[in-house]
C-alpha cells in the first residue's frame, strides 16, 4: 500500500439541528488502482490529528487485487448544524492521538440462539417466532418474552403461524454487526402465505437495533393476456402486519414526539394510537390510491393521535407528516421505537397499551386490507433503542441521520466510476442549470411528487412521469410512473458524486429502494424471460389505474380502438442495474447487491433455450437477451445494450 498521509477527505454533515453523540455512520468509498490493499490498515483522523475507530470490508477489487470500493462504518460526535471533515491517512497516529477503542460488540452462539452484546446491552436471535428474545442490561431482563411479536392477521383477522430460521450472522466488526433470519407466515393448516426476511443492525456502545423487515409474496402473478392489474390471483391479501414488544415491570406511561422540533408529549392513558392514514399532501386523496376495486384507500388527510383512559377516547393531536417517535417506559426500564420515512411510506401506526408498543407497518386501522401482488415485496425499517429508568433515547437522531460525502475531486481521482468528473470549466453552465431543477424550484421531482401524492408504501421513492400527460385533460390528476424509463438511479448517484448534494442522494437512495422492493418481479415461478425481471415504466399516454407500477392494464385497454398484441411483462429493454450497482457501493445494501446478481443471472436465463418449452428438441439460445423489439431483430437496440 501507497504511503499517502491524506489520501481523502469524509465531510459529515449535521443539518437536523440535533446534537451528535456516538451516531453511527456507513458509506462506501473508491479507490485509485493499486493504492489500498487493505482498508483496515488505514487510519480515519478528525482535523485535531485524533483517530475514530473504524471498521471495513472490500467491496469490489481492481484487477490487480487492489481495492476499488470499501464499506466503511465508524462513529461521530457532532454538535447541532456544524460539519466536520475525517481524512483517511495511511500514515499512524501517535498513541496519545487515539481514541478510546474499548467499545467493541461480541457475538456467540448458544443453543442455536445468537447473544450479541453491545456494551451496555445484551441481545438473544433465536428461531422461536420472535423478533427479539431477549434484551437485558447488567442481568435484568426488559422484555416480556409471553407476549407474540410479529403478527400477521388474513383478512378474516385470523393470527397466521410464524416459522423462522435460525439467525445467521451476515456482518461481524468490533464496531457493526447485522444478523439475519428467514421465516414464513402460514396458515393454520400449515398452508404457506407469505416469505419474510429480518436483517438486524447492531453497534458497540448502543442499546439501539434497526431491524429491517421485509414481507414477500414469493408466487407468480396470473397476469392474463398480459395484463398485471391488482385483484391478479396470484396476489395475497391480508389486513395488518406488526411488530409488538411488551416490557417487563409495572406502571407502565407513554412519552411521544410527532414531528421534529415539537415538544415530547406526556398523557397517561390505557391506550395510545398514532395512525398515518395518508401523505397529508394537497392531494392525498388522489386516484394514486386505489384497490383492486378501484376504490380510495385514504379517508382523512394525514395522521391522528388519539389517547383512551377508562375507556373514554380523545383526539389529542391532528397534523399532517409525522416523523414520530413513540416512547414507552415501565418500573423496569424503556422502549422507543419508529419507523424510517413514517408518514411518505404510510400508512402507519405505533401503539401502546398495557405494558406493550406495537408498530404496525400494515395497519388495521387503515380500513382497507392491504394487497401484496406476485412476485412484490416490501421492506419497512424499524428503530428500536432501549434503555434503564435513567437513560433518555435518542432514536430521533436515527430518523434524521447526518450527512456524508467525498469530494469530487477524490471521486475523478479514483477512476472507479466511469465517465466520472469533478465540476469544472468543462462544465456546460446551461446543461447544468436545467440539471438543477431536477432538485430545487416549483418543477423539482420533489414537487412534482405532490402532483399525483406520489407517497405510500407502494408509490414511494418512484418519480411522477408527468411527460406521459402533456395531452391530458379534465381536473383528475393523470397517474403516471416514470418506472425504469431510464436509469435514474444512476443518474442521480452521477450527480450526488459531482455536487455532494444531499437532496440527490436522496433520490438515489429512494427510487433504489423502490425499484428493488416494487418494480423487480421479485419470484423464480414464471418464465424464464419474467422472473427476477424489471418491469418497464407506466404505458405511454396510458393511465395507470390499477396496474400500479406494472405498465399493462385492462383501463387502458378498455379504450384502445385496436387491441392486439396489447400487454406483456418484464423485457430485456429496461434492463438498467448500473444505478443499482453504485447504490450498493454507496450503502452496502445487500439487497441491493442481491437484485443486481438477479439482474444479470436474468440475462444469462434468457436467452438459456434449455428452460424452454422447446428445450427437449433445441437448447440453443434464445436470442431474448439481445432482440430489440422482434426476436428476429437483434441490431444495435437497448435490449442487447442493457443486457
Known sequence: MQTIDNLCQITVRETAGLDRTNDPVRTGLPFPKGVVTDPNALHLKKQDGQCLNFQAKTLEFWPDKSVKWALFDFMVSVPANTEMTLNLSTALAKQSETTNRKAKISIKEQSGSLLINTSPTLFKLSNHGQCLDSVSFAGSELIESSIPQLTLQDVKGNKLTVKQSRPKIEESGPLHCSVLTTGTFNDNKGKFFANFTIRYSFWAGLSTVKVEFTLHNPKAALHAGGLWDLGDKGSIFFKDLSLKIGLTGEKPAVAWQVEPGQKTCYEPCDRFVLHQNSSGGKNCDSPNHLNCNNEKTVSFSGYRVTATSRDQTKIYAEGQRATPWVKLSTTTGWIAGSTQDFWQNFPKSIKT?????????????QKHNFELQGGEKKRHTIFLDFGTTISETNIKNYLQPVEVSVSPEWLEKAEAIPYLSAPGEHDSLKYQDYIQHIIEGKN???????????????????????????NHTGNAPFISHYNNQYDFILGAATHFFRSEDQRWRNLMVQQAKHLIDIDIYNTSEDKQSYNHGLFWHTDHYQEAGTCTHRTYSKKALAGLSSKNAYGGGPSNEHNYSSGLLHYYYLTGDCEAQKTVIGLANLVISMDNGSKTIFGIIDEGATGLASQTVDVAYHKAGRGAGNC
Open 353 to 365: 397499551a398495557n405494558n406493550a408498543i406495537n408498530i404496525s407497518l400494515f395497519p388495521e386501522e
Open 444 to 470: 423539482s421531482f420533489f414537487n412534482k411528487r405532490e402532483i399525483i401524492d406520489e407517497y405510500g408504501w407502494r408509490n414511494f421513492g418512484e418519480q411522477y412521469a408527468d411527460h406521459e400527460a402533456v
